[in-house]
């Protein structure tokens, strides 16, 4: 992976993590945790496609921004679920 691929992921990461973020009501995690969500979420996002046997959906950059989302939202959920379930009233 050259140094367009690492840009790339970092711009993938960033805009589907903010995505994420603005439509599960803001984690406040910060630009960097943003980066690491959708570049997760990206991860998570193939392999919830690839287990529906639906490849990418709009092809090019934007069908990958996209997978990255689902698997942001998908992450971020989890991540609620989690943190909800440690926290002691």
């Known amino acids: 992976m050259g140094t367009m691929g690492i840009v790339a992921w970092i711009v993938v990461g960033l805009v589907a993590g903010v995505l994420a973020s603005l439509v599960m ?8 945790g943003d980066i690491v969500i959708g570049i997760v979420g990206a991860f998570i996002g193939g392999w919830l496609f690839g287990a529906l046997g639906i490849s990418n959906p709009m092809g090019g950059m934007g069908g990958t921004i996209f997978v990255a989302f689902i698997g942001a939202v998908v992450l ?11 926290r002691k009233v």
């Open 25 to 32: 009501g803001g984690t406040g995690y910060g630009i960097i």
């Open 76 to 86: 971020l959920f989890v991540l609620r679920l989690i943190r909800g379930s440690t």
